[in-house]
């Protein structure tokens, strides 16, 4: 949270003896710490947590939702938010094909929460899909199918319209298995030829432009804290 390592390189630290705590090095990785009240050190500098941050990336086609260098050599979103201090980590994860909206935060509280199914956030996706979309494949998505890991109902879907022999659809799920939308609407005849994220919850994209990042606005954070069950204090 002070922005000096990785949670796991952290426990390396400590182990190595190069971190002190008032003044004595510790080296029992369960030794816990009031940020207040007590000094840290690393190598004999003094290090304090960075502020909480919440920003929201308009993640583009072709970028891996990880930090770090991928062992694949394709672009990661790290190269996006480069210039963000705090260790932010990405809230869930878009496929690599997959555009649209990711939440990037250092609060792991919130982070939990919002994946959690049981807070039920919506995730709203445009999902334009080969093929004529029917009415009554339209009925039949609503009332769910039996996946291989069990079975999945949107919590909306609906025709935005049709594009030439293909269709866009608007679908939501508030979980989020791998995959998801992907392999819902092909199990109904309908592959799915480019997928959007635009909104989680009550954050919506907007004018972000693909590979753009921005922080919340108080008012969304308030909303989003509020939607999954927390009070926002800033
Ligand atoms: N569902 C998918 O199939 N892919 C994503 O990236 C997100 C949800």
Redesign the pocket.
């Known amino acids: 949270m002070c922005g000096v390592s990785s949670r796991r390189k952290a426990d390396q630290l400590i182990k190595e003896g190069r971190v002190k705590v008032n003044g004595q090095v510790v080296r029992d990785l369960g030794v816990k710490i009031d940020p207040e009240l007590d000094r840290v050190e690393v190598d004999g500098k003094e290090v304090r947590p960075l502020r909480k941050r919440y920003i929201i990336l308009n993640k583009p086609c072709c970028y891996l939702t990880q930090l770090g260098k991928s062992q694949s050599g394709k672009k990661t979103i790290e190269e996006l938010i480069k210039d963000i201090p705090e260790r932010v980590f990405p809230v869930g994860?878009?496929?690599y094909n997959?555009e649209g909206l990711l939440i990037l935060t250092n609060d792991g509280e919130l982070a939990n929460r919002v994946l959690h199914p049981r807070y039920k956030l919506p995730?709203v996706?445009l999902a334009l899909v080969k093929g004529k979309v029917s009415k009554n494949t339209l009925r039949k998505m609503k009332r769910g199918i039996e996946l291989e890991d069990g079975f999945a109902v949107p919590d909306d879907v609906r025709i935005v319209r049709y594009e030439g022999d293909n269709t866009l659809l608007e679908i939501t799920?508030h979980e989020?298995r791998?995959?998801?939308?992907?392999?819902f609407l092909a199990s109904f005849g309908h592959p799915?030829i480019k997928?959007k994220?635009i909104a989680i919850g009550p954050l919506t994209l907007g004018k972000l432009p693909p590979g753009k990042w921005r922080d919340l606005s108080e008012r969304e954070l308030r909303q989003l804290f509020s939607a999954v069950g927390l009070k926002y204090s800033p």
């Open positions: 994860r878009l496929d997959t995730k996706y799920f989020g791998k995959h998801i939308v992907k392999r799915v997928l994220r």
